[in-house]
């Protein structure tokens, strides 16, 4: 083998669906799948999913909105985030962000409104002119109000309460509607931040959406990458590109098939980051390169060709990898790429 494995879980990630249904269970949970559900694959994701009674689904894009419907046929909701002013033609529902988009809009939909991201939605000066003439509401069915949360993975940020009072305050202002609020992280803020339909994308995919508490969801992401070749250098002897790297004493070095190339940042550095072989810790060593990472397996005189280097797994999650790059798991899911085998493990 000379491909890293990626193996996603799909079980795992159906099983902490039900457990999010089991905590927001006043409402409806969707699963969130844009970037091809975070990189690890919308179409087995989403149906499974759907086969485990999920009736909700996102996206960002219309792209992605059109072939998730033809995996998952007529029926369940699909979302497009970004807004879509054809998503009628296409089975797929409009999240509309603007007055234009409502003016254009007749049909079911969801109306974003902003609270606090300045992103996406209707903000206070558009949400006063619908006030004063609703006229762009007229033959618009309204399935969803939804807003985001910008500060949800900070259970104690001051924004979470300003952007429920502000939620709640538009909502009354506007049609009466079913709501959609928490994403992953919102789900854990309580009561408060619970709606008839939230709307989660990290946790399924087994990112901690309570960041300094232990993670509650299980994990769904196994990253092997095969040794493809073992060589002995001497003491004082330079490992990868630059030099960066010289052996302190005689080294065995392990050279694995992946790099930036496939969504391992070269920011992972020197001496920061390690791996799992044959159960023990490894370094890497010197720079990451575009296909090829080393590691010092001086301790595993074992090791030998084609063993695998766990680099993300039970021990070592996303959300640690992306701490050694000064980034989140978000960023490491959806940049692994399209380089390594996958295996899905079924629900
Ligand atoms: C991406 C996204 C989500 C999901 O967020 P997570 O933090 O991954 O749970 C929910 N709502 C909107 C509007 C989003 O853009």
């Known amino acids: 083998m000379t491909q890293g494995l990626l193996t996603i879980d799909v079980g795992a990630v159906v099983r902490n669906w039900r457990r999010l249904c089991e905590i927001h269970s006043t409402g409806a949970v969707a699963a969130v799948l844009k970037a091809n559900a975070y990189g690890l694959g919308a179409g087995p994701i989403g149906q499974a999913l759907l086969a485990a009674g999920c009736r909700h689904f996102f996206v960002a894009q219309p792209r992605e909105g059109i072939s998730l419907r033809k995996l998952l046929g007529p029926g369940p909701m699909i979302a497009v985030l970004g807004g879509f002013r054809r998503a009628a033609e296409f089975d797929l529902t409009p999240v509309l962000n603007t007055l234009g988009d409502l003016r254009a809009c007749s049909g079911p939909a969801i109306l974003q409104v902003d609270t606090g991201m300045s992103r996406l939605g209707l903000d206070s000066s558009e949400l006063a ?177 084609g063993d695998l280097i766990e680099l993300i797994g039970p021990s070592q999650d996303a959300d640690a990898l992306a701490r050694l790059a000064g980034t989140i798991g978000y960023e490491v899911l959806t940049s692994l790429g399209n380089r390594y085998r996958r295996k899905y493990l079924p629900a």
């Not at 959609?180 to 989660?200: H, V």
């Not at 960041?211 to 769904?220: A, H, I």
């Not at 630059?242 to 920011?267: C, E, H, N």
């Open 129 to 305: 002119s619908l006030a004063a003439d609703p006229s762009p509401l007229e033959g618009v069915e309204l399935l969803y109000i939804m807003t985001h949360l910008a500060s949800a993975d900070e259970a104690d940020h001051p924004m979470n309460a300003v952007q429920a009072d502000r939620f709640a305050e538009i909502c009354l202002k506007l049609p009466r509607a079913r709501r959609s609020f928490a994403n992953s992280s919102g789900i854990f803020l309580g009561g408060r931040y619970a709606s008839d339909l939230a709307r989660p994308g990290c946790a399924l995919y087994g990112i901690n959406p309570t960041p300094g508490k232990p993670n509650p969801m299980e994990p769904v992401v196994r990253l092997d990458l095969p040794v493809l070749q073992l060589r002995e250098i001497a003491a004082g002897q330079t490992v990868g590109y630059g030099g960066s790297w010289m052996s302190a004493r005689p080294t065995r070095i392990a050279t694995v098939a992946a790099g930036y190339a496939d969504g391992l940042p070269r920011a992972l550095g020197v001496g920061k980051l390690r791996g799992m072989l044959r159960g023990r810790w490894v370094p890497m060593v010197g720079r990451v390169s575009m296909d090829l990472m080393t590691f010092d397996v001086t301790e595993v005189p074992e090791a030998d060709e």
